[in-house]
């Protein structure tokens, strides 16, 4: 989780370095409220009220993805919650949700899925897009994304697109969500 918080105020520093206002948030300070689970933690909803008084004022928000928060009764307090491998997916697809936002894209060191490790196969190929359902169901499921990102995507309408971090420019993969 540190390295998460580092990456995220490092690109905050970035950004005002290069003219833009940005501000780091903590999955709580974004207001990702999740289950009462500690680990492995699945978003509940997102109060995008903080996120959305920054983007007015015209503030980048940089949020780190991977955690969020609960309240515990019986501590009376917040405490943090860790969304698992891969949990910064399922961070970007609940803002965009929370944004009222139809696509959300995810950019990685691949430039896709394919339909078999293409590290390993030379018969892979790279789909330009498939159906959530569809990839919901192969076994293994891709680690380029996270399944949980996947089914809270398809219960909010939220596409998905996984692209190349590295060269924008490669068309990616779009996930199918919406109905």
Known sequence: MSGE????????????????AARSLTGREAGIV???????????RVEIGHVN??????????????????WDEREQRDEVSILGRGGSNLTAVALADALEQTECTMFSNVDGIYTKDPNTCDD???L??????ELLSWNPF???I??????????RGVDIWIRDGFDVHKP????????
């Open 5 to 20: 918080l580092r990456a995220n105020a490092a690109l905050a520093i970035a950004l005002v370095a290069e003219g833009h």
């Open 34 to 44: 999740t289950d009462k689970r500690h680990v492995g933690a699945l978003v509940e």
């Open 146 to 155: 996270q399944k949980e990102a996947v089914l809270y995507a398809c219960e």
């Open 124 to 126: 892979a190929e790279k």
């Open 53 to 70: 008084s920054l983007l007015e004022r015209q503030i980048v928000p940089v949020v780190a993805g991977f955690q969020g928060y609960y």
């Open 172 to 179: 990616g993969t779009l996930i199918h969500c919406r109905q």
């Open 142 to 144: 891709p680690q380029v």
């Open 128 to 133: 330009s897009e498939i159906a959530a359902d």
